[in-house]
């Protein structure tokens, strides 16, 4: 028995030299040098400068720039027209960026999410239960919050009228 593992061992250990030469040979790096027979003629034969990678030929290259498409006209005219526009949102974005982001993390914290959180998930599991009394609910909600927005906005529009009058500045937007 201890000659069969003795040759199992030895086997294995032949295997792994040889693996491992083979691996080790792809690691090698050679050389090649490539010369023409000597009975053959130098007629496609090329010199050393020709071969440079970064020489360019002078004289033998030129940039022709192509003339533009209708389309590419069009969209040009389109860019030019809108870059107002466009920078006055860009420069209204990067102004308001920062604030919005403050008020998501105030709404973020731990505070709104206990008075926010647990009345919203408890109308929604309701609304599952009861979606009769949801959509009434949410009908007689929904008149209310226009009720009360028409008469803020009726109550702002008087308030402007009576600012822009020349005369009336200083009188109470309840007397006209």
């Given at each position: 028995?201890?000659?069969?593992?003795?040759?199992?061992?030895?086997?294995?250990w032949k295997v792994?030299?040889?693996?491992?030469?083979?691996?080790?040979?792809?690691?090698?790096?050679?050389?090649?040098?490539?010369?023409?027979?000597?009975?053959?003629?130098?007629?496609?034969?090329?010199?050393?400068?020709?071969?440079?990678?970064?020489?360019?030929p002078e004289g033998?290259?030129?940039?022709?720039?192509?003339?533009?498409?209708?389309?590419?006209?069009?969209?040009?005219?389109?860019?030019?027209?809108?870059?107002?526009?466009?920078?006055?949102?860009?420069?209204?974005?990067?102004?308001?960026?920062?604030?919005?982001?403050?008020?998501?993390?105030?709404?973020?914290?731990?505070?709104?999410?206990?008075?926010?959180?647990?009345?919203?998930?408890?109308?929604?599991?309701?609304?599952?239960?009861?979606?009769?009394?949801a959509i009434s609910?949410?009908?007689?909600?929904?008149?209310?919050?226009?009720?009360?927005?028409?008469?803020?906005?009726?109550?702002?529009?008087?308030?402007?009228?009576?600012?822009?009058?020349?005369?009336?500045?200083?009188?109470?937007?309840?007397?006209?």
């Amino acid at each position: 028995m201890e000659t069969t593992v003795h040759y199992k061992t030895l086997h294995e250990w032949k295997v792994m030299q040889r693996s491992m030469g083979l691996a080790s040979l792809s690691l090698l790096t050679f050389k090649v040098y490539a010369s023409p027979k000597k009975d053959s003629p130098n007629k496609n034969s090329v010199k050393v400068d020709e071969l440079s990678l970064y020489s360019v030929p002078e004289g033998q290259s030129k940039y022709v720039e192509e003339p533009r498409t209708q389309l590419e006209e069009n969209i040009s005219q389109l860019r030019h027209y809108c870059e107002p526009y466009t920078s006055w949102c860009q420069e209204k974005y990067f102004y308001t960026k920062p604030k919005v982001q403050s008020i998501v993390q105030w709404g973020i914290g731990s505070k709104i999410k206990k008075l926010i959180y647990p009345p919203g998930f408890m109308g929604f599991a309701a609304s599952v239960y009861y979606p009769q009394q949801a959509i009434s609910f949410a009908q007689v909600s929904g008149e209310l919050l226009y009720d009360w927005g028409l008469r803020g906005y009726i109550v702002i529009e008087d308030l402007w009228k009576n600012f822009q009058k020349p005369g009336n500045v200083k009188n109470p937007p309840g007397n006209k």
